[in-house]
């Protein structure tokens, strides 16, 4: 079949791979003039480390293999532990923290992507696209996979853009040397005003960020100059390494968090979704690149049963979508610390196989 793919994204990208591999004609459209490397890093839970290998996109030399997930007490004591092993040989597969930038180049290696080219105007039961400068595109099928602002979604259900979630994030990587970066631990720590997180990214970095309530016009928005001292305002007096990291903030990227209603369908006739275009959510749950390779990986299964892959993708993705939204886990206290390891680490395991339909249909 032709496929027509909006979007050198995760999605777009990992699914054009997969496509290729099975041996259809590919071609994926994206606006930006060249791959967009920007942004934080991502944690691929073991379904999506499993789909890399299965696009034989070799993760090995890049990014940071996880064993613990941890959350800390505002005051450094550490609350609680989930052992990322334990899913690891359960489903064969590790948790993988990496650079979104080393993500996306790993997938776009050997996908002919034509860049500059936006899509302007989608018609959906032709599969047909109308790209900046005027050349129409039409494939057997087209699949936005357009991130949060998509195109193709507007002309799929009308305007019915992403909402924010009164959070934002703060974030950047430190190369300055601290405890964490050579080791294989995610932390979180929450505190009431916030949280922070702390991940190595793999090399010598360390991936920090600070979710805080904020919203358009807001502390904390966008255009605020002070943002850094505002930040060492409300988390100075935490525990290290948070004044550590606070003392070397260089370049802050800011991130709010959105979310879309999740329709159980997702396209019409020969047009359908991938990624955030169907379902953006916020970072907290770390599961937005996550089930953007969910997606890539069933719909290159499912290529001539477009409504078959909306409704199987939808049931799964709107669990993390749901719990992503309420962002809950910027707002943990104490009780947290009540909570047995290896119970919670049990539970995360479960829980991963729910949010993933490459291991549902493993096992
Ligand atoms: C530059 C950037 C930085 C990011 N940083 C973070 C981060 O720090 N933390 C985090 O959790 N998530 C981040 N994300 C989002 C994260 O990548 C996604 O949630 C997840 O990977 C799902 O990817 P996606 O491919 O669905 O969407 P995206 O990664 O958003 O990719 C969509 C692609 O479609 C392209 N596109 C959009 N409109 C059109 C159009 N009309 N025609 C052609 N192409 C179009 C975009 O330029 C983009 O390359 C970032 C996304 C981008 C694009």
Redesign the pocket.
């Known amino acids: 079949m032709r496929v027509i793919v909006?979007?050198?994204?995760?999605?777009?990208?990992a699914l054009a791979r997969g496509l290729l591999h099975a041996g259809h004609e590919v071609e994926v459209?994206?606006?930006?003039p060249e791959?967009?490397?920007?942004?934080?890093?991502?944690t691929l839970w073991p379904g999506s480390t499993a789909i890399l290998e299965e696009l034989k996109a070799d993760y090995s030399g890049i990014g940071r293999r996880l064993e613990t997930m941890e959350s800390w007490a505002r005051d450094g004591r550490r609350l609680l532990t989930i052992d990322l092993t334990v899913p690891e040989r359960r489903y064969g597969h590790p948790t993988v923290h990496v650079a979104?930038s080393e993500?996306?180049e790993l997938l776009a290696d050997g996908v002919p992507v034509t860049y500059g080219?936006?899509?302007?105007h989608v018609v959906p039961e032709r599969a047909e696209v109308r790209?900046?400068g005027g050349r129409t595109v039409r494939g057997d099928v087209l699949v936005g996979?357009?991130?949060?602002?998509?195109?193709?979604r507007r002309a799929l259900w009308g305007d019915d853009p992403a909402a924010l979630s009164g959070w934002v994030?703060w974030?950047g990587f430190t190369t300055r040397p601290t405890a964490l970066t050579e080791e294989r631990r995610a932390v979180m720590i929450a505190g009431g005003n916030g949280l922070c997180g702390l991940i190595p990214a793999g090399g010598d970095r360390l991936l920090w960020w600070f979710d805080v309530r904020s919203a358009p016009g807001k502390p904390f928005w966008s255009d605020d100059p002070h943002v850094a001292d505002r930040l060492r305002e409300r988390f100075g007096d935490w525990a290290e390494p948070v004044p550590g990291i606070l003392g070397s903030l260089d370049d802050i990227?800011f991130?709010p968090h959105h979310r879309h209603a999740i329709p159980g369908v997702w396209g019409k006739g020969p047009t359908t979704l991938?990624?955030?275009?169907a379902h953006?959510?916020p970072?907290t749950m770390?599961q937005?690149?996550n089930?953007?390779l969910e997606?890539a990986w069933l719909l290159t299964r499912s290529l001539g049963d477009l409504r078959g892959y909306e409704r199987a993708r939808s049931k799964v993705v709107r669990r993390p979508a749901r719990l992503a939204a309420t962002e809950a886990t910027n707002m943990q206290s104490g009780w947290v610390g009540l909570l047995p390891d290896g119970l919670v680490t049990g539970f995360y395991t479960a829980l991963l196989r729910r949010y993933s339909n490459r291991l549902l249909t493993a096992s």
Do not use: H, K, N
């Open positions: 909006i979007g050198a994204g995760v999605a777009g990208l459209y994206e606006e930006a791959l967009r490397t920007a942004g934080g890093s991502v979104r993500l996306v080219a936006a899509a302007e790209l900046a996979a357009d991130g949060r602002r998509s195109a193709v994030t974030q990227d991130f991938a990624g955030d275009s953006t959510m970072p770390a937005g690149a089930q953007a997606d």
